[in-house]
C-alpha cells in the first residue's frame, strides 16, 4: 500500500528524495524480518505440539495404581 500510495499517486517529476529511499529500505528491511521470524516462530510452535503430543504416551504421563 505505500508503494503505490507514493510511486504512483505522488509521483514527482524530479525523482525522489533521499529521505523517502531510505524509508522503503527499511520498511522492507523490517517487513522481510518479521516475515522470517514469524516463520520460525510457527515452525517452533509445531516443534513444541509434536512435543506435546509425543509427551502423552510417555510413563510418566500414565495413571499409576494407587
Known amino acids: 500500500m505505500i508503494y503505490i ?19 522503503l529500505k527499511i520498511h522492507a528491511m523490517f517487513s522481510i524480518a518479521l516475515h ?3 516463520i ?8 513444541i ?3 506435546a503430543m509425543d509427551a502423552g ?3 510418566w504421563m500414565m495413571p499409576q495404581p494407587a
Open 5 to 23: 500510495t507514493r510511486f504512483e499517486f505522488f509521483m514527482d517529476e524530479t525523482g525522489y528524495s533521499y529521505s523517502w529511499a531510505g524509508f
Open 57 to 59: 504416551h510417555r510413563r
Open 49 to 51: 505440539r509434536y512435543l
Open 36 to 38: 522470517a521470524i514469524s
Open 40 to 47: 520460525y516462530l510457527v515452525c517452533f510452535m509445531a516443534f
